[in-house]
């Protein structure tokens, strides 16, 4: 049973914005905190940006100033806005709850940023 659905991934320039949705099941929105998080080639997963029920937002330090996170309660979905892309972006990019848990892993939508 698919629980979260991650798009609007793509190939970007470097200095260029995308926006990340995550559409979830009422069930696993209902969860208090979501986060996005993303798996470079060879690195390890990591978190990015999560965000309350109530709207309280949190982001790491390398997307800090760039990233926005926000998400739609009617809409169970949680979104990513990404400005002033870096080539250091470059991942595929996932929506899970925080902290994350196993069955809740999508296929993630890959993120290219060009120099």
């Known amino acids: 049973q698919v629980q979260l659905v991650e798009s609007g991934g793509g190939l970007v320039q470097a200095g260029g914005s995308l926006r990340l949705s995550c559409a979830a099941s009422r069930r696993v929105f209902g969860i208090n905190t979501m986060g996005w998080y993303r798996q470079a080639p060879g690195k390890q997963r990591e978190l990015v940006a999560a965000i309350t029920a109530g709207g309280t937002t949190s982001y790491a330090d390398s997307v800090k100033g760039r990233f926005t996170i926000s998400r739609d309660n009617a809409k169970n979905t949680v979104y990513l806005q990404m400005n002033s892309l870096k080539p250091e972006d470059t991942a595929v990019y996932y929506c899970?709850?925080?902290?994350?848990?196993?069955?809740?892993w999508g296929q993630g939508t890959q993120v290219t940023v060009s120099s």
């Open positions: 899970n709850a925080f902290p994350a848990r196993d069955q809740y």
